[in-house]
């Protein structure tokens, strides 16, 4: 291939991109497997051609696949000269990127942009990323589903899905990883679990973030919800059902380093099977120092809960926020819904597996008449 081929924009689509370089008149794309792209305009008498804006944050497009590369343009308003905007729409799962050009000329010369392969992808071993075994894209996504009970669910077998449940090199970071913190969920803690493994978990949620996923309530948050056939399969609350044979565990201790101690009373049995379960994942750039992973975007939490209504807090909870006390969120309630949880909490407790302590049985002195010589007397 010679050093330049021209090449349609939309060829960016289903590459991982690892460096863009914005100038004022080129833009230059590196993709994670060797390729180079440019974008620029050759410039000639009688006309500008320039990079007016670029709207949108340019780390949304690193290091995850583009989902959509398009280009539209239209002829300018002004009757002086000619003049043509070129706009450039990037977008993957963490964000969409504009890129505006404007061009003007007397209207003798041309005012479009060209975009370019300068460099192939590499083509020696040595210039490649180690990989892992390589797997068909199709087979891989089918096994996935299949493994996961989704072998009916209706998903668009699209290249972005393809390229995000085909095996990544090891030196481009995966779509999702997992965090430290949330590696405390599993089945003998008093949190929501899954069984799948931690890598599954991963593949399956970069499959669901693809076909939707919502807001969370702080930025660079996301929510992505389970189907209830995938969530009755693998997931567990961390609720125990309370009967009058379950072992209960009262407590007096603080629920975190910093906050009052209070009255908890956790149950030993086994944990509600999930009908419902929604994970929470926070962006590289969100975690920053406390990111376990280089991926954009880690699970930090799972919550699983046995019908797709919301779960009432606590009553201690609901407390803790409404007062304003350390750990709390500030949050209003109305007496309709303390009473709401109070009957919820009434007959579930938050499951406990915390190794039994013996029994320690105290035994009073014994004490005669005469130990209480020469004490003193009440008038």
Request: aromatic share 8%; with cysteine.
């Amino acid at each position: 291939m010679s050093y330049r081929e021209w090449v349609d924009f939309s060829t960016l689509e289903g590459q991982t991109l690892v460096e863009i370089n914005v100038g004022d008149d080129e833009i230059v794309f590196r993709t994670d497997k060797g390729a180079e792209y440019k974008m620029y305009h050759e410039q000639d008498c009688c006309e500008s051609v320039w990079v007016e804006d670029v709207c949108g944050d340019v780390a949304d497009l690193l290091h995850t696949p583009i989902l959509k590369a398009e280009e539209t343009s239209e002829i300018g308003d002004d009757n002086r000269e000619s003049s043509t905007w070129t706009f450039y729409h990037l977008r993957t799962i963490r964000g969409t990127v504009t890129i505006r050009w404007c061009g003007t000329s007397n209207g003798y010369y041309s005012e479009s942009v060209s975009f370019t392969k300068v460099k192939d992808a590499a083509t020696s071993v040595r210039d490649l990323p180690t990989l892992p075994a390589p797997v068909d894209p199709s087979t891989a996504l089918r096994r996935t589903m299949e493994t996961m009970g989704l072998a009916d669910h209706r998903v668009s077998k699209t290249p972005a899905i393809m390229a995000m449940v085909e095996p990544q090199p090891k030196a481009t970071p995966w779509l999702v990883g997992t965090n430290a913190f949330v590696r405390r969920q599993t089945k003998d803690s008093p949190y929501s679990y899954t069984t799948l493994s931690w890598e599954r978990l991963e593949t399956l949620l970069a499959v669901y973030m693809e076909i939707g996923y919502r807001k969370g309530d702080k930025p660079g948050t996301i929510i992505v919800d389970i189907p209830s056939s995938v969530a009755e399969r693998y997931f567990y609350t961390g609720v125990v059902e309370v009967t009058k044979d379950t072992e209960l565990i009262p407590q007096f201790t603080p629920r975190r380093n910093g906050e009052q101690p209070y009255i908890q009373v956790r149950a030993r049995g086994p944990k509600l099977q999930a009908k419902y379960a929604e994970v929470v994942l926070y962006s590289h750039e969100t975690l920053g120092a406390e990111a376990s992973t280089e991926c954009p975007w880690e699970i930090v939490s799972i919550n699983a809960r046995v019908s797709d209504e919301s779960e009432p807090p606590t009553p201690m909870a609901m407390a803790r926020n409404m007062l304003g006390l350390p750990g709390g969120t500030d949050a209003t309630y109305t007496a309709q819904e303390f009473a709401e949880s109070i009957v919820y909490w009434s007959t579930r407790a938050m499951h406990d597996n915390a190794p039994t302590l013996p029994i320690r049985t105290y035994t009073a002195p014994q004490v005669s008449p005469e130990d209480l010589s020469g004490l003193p007397v009440a008038s």
